[in-house]
Structures are given as C-alpha cells and as structure tokens.
C-alpha cells in the first residue's frame, strides 16, 4: 500500500517570500500521479499542480513550482511570492496510474501561515 | 457549470442513529468518491462508485454504505454512529475513461458530520 507523509505540521512565511513544503512517500509503483491539494477555510479541495512520474521535467503553475525526485520518493512544493490568499492547508496526494479512478491517497497535511 | 455540491453542510446526530449525505458530481462527470477527514488529519478513501456500482473501497466497516442512481448522484448511509465517526466528509467526482490529460478530481465543500 502506498503512503504518503508530511513532515510539517504548520509552517509560516512573510508575505511576498518563498515557502517550501515538503513531502515523502511510499510506493512500490514505478508510474503514478502526485499532487498538492490546498483546503481553504471553506473546506473545498482545490488541486494546485500535478506531477506525472515519468516526466522528469518538474511541473511548474505561475508562483507554484514542484521539486520532484523520484529516487529519493520526494515531492516538494514552493511558492513563491507568497501571498495572503495562500494561507490555507495543504496536502500532498499520491495517485496510481492504474486503469479508471484510482483513489487518492492524502498525507496528514501542513498548514501555512502567511505573515503580513 | 456547477461543481459538486454536497448537502447537507452540517449536520448534527446522535450515537447510534444512522446519517445520510448526498453528493451530486460536475456535470459530465460519472464516477463518485468519498472520503472522511477526521479534524487536523489529510483525507481518508471510503469507497468509489461508478456505473451504480461499488468499484473499490477504503478501510471501513460495513457500517459504511454507498449507493449511486442514475443521474450519478450518490449517497453515503453510516449506521449505529460512533463518536469517532465525527469528521468532514468529502465527496470527490471524475470522468471514468479520462486520459492522461484529464485525471483530475473536482472536490465538493463537504458535509461536517458531528456525532454526540
């Protein structure tokens, strides 16, 4: 089974700096997706940026940027620019590649402050 | 276009009693997840449907139940309600025969489901 782990709990940034969230996981799987997810107060998961594993190339969404290594299981998102409308919780999802839906599988989450 | 809508927002209920929520896809799509997110924690699969039909299922009991009609609308049923069942529930649709261009997941703002 495959697991997903967010090593921080909460994490804070000054307005207009560079954040970086880290993210691990588990798979034995050599094709699968990876995504960030960010939950609002209002609760409604909005995905932020995907990865597919067979791309090298890391995934890149206007300040959002991933750090993909795949040897190393680790999916890291930065942003950029940080801004106050960026406060929110943020997950990390693995997805298998596998044939129709597959479920998502959700780290425990990091929280991010945005300090003004 | 509307996105998934989930009703109701809040709910409230009591040990042992049995709860109901409904969750209606984005239009055009037709495969339905749910999943629970217990405070402080990431999302948690339950169960997907598809074609009116339980296609896979997370760790949880049988207490847990699903039903999808027609329209692709589904419910999710609970019985005999624990406390611990207290949590966010999230409804997530997709289109089944998506391509590697469209595997995203539209997430509904869910339901909070509080067991006393």
């Known amino acids: 089974a495959q697991t997903v782990t967010q090593s921080q709990p909460e994490m804070s940034v000054q307005e207009a700096e560079t954040v970086t969230l880290s993210c691990t996981y588990d798979t034995s799987e050599s094709d699968y997706y990876l995504f960030w997810y960010k939950q609002p107060p209002s609760r409604q998961m909005i995905l932020v940026i995907r990865?597919?594993?067979?791309?090298?190339q890391n995934a890149t969404e206007n300040r959002f940027s991933v750090n993909f290594q795949k040897a190393a299981k680790s999916f890291s998102l930065k942003i950029s620019d940080s801004q106050l409308g960026d406060a929110a919780m943020y997950f990390c999802?693995?997805?298998?590649?596998?044939?129709?839906?597959?479920?998502?599988?959700f780290g425990q989450g990091t929280r991010l402050t945005i300090n003004p | 276009d509307a996105g998934v809508t989930q009703s109701p927002t809040h709910l409230i209920k009591t040990r042992g009693q049995q709860v109901t929520l409904r969750c209606s896809p984005k239009?055009?799509?037709?495969?339905v997840s749910w999943y629970q997110q217990a405070l402080g924690q990431g999302p948690q699969f339950i169960f997907q449907?598809?074609?009116?039909?339980?296609?896979q299922r997370g760790n949880f009991p049988d207490r847990f139940s699903g039903h999808q009609f027609p329209n692709y609308s589904s419910e999710l049923n609970v019985n005999a309600l624990l406390l611990g069942d207290s949590a966010l529930y999230l409804c997530a649709s997709t289109p089944r025969g998506f391509s590697r261009l469209d595997y995203g997941y539209t997430f509904g703002s869910g339901t909070r489901l509080t067991v006393v």
């Open positions: 999802a693995y997805r298998s590649r596998g044939e129709g839906a597959q479920k998502l599988v």
């Open positions: 449907y598809y074609e009116e039909e339980e296609r």
């Open positions: 239009s055009g799509h037709d495969t």
């Open positions: 990865q597919e594993a067979y791309k090298q």
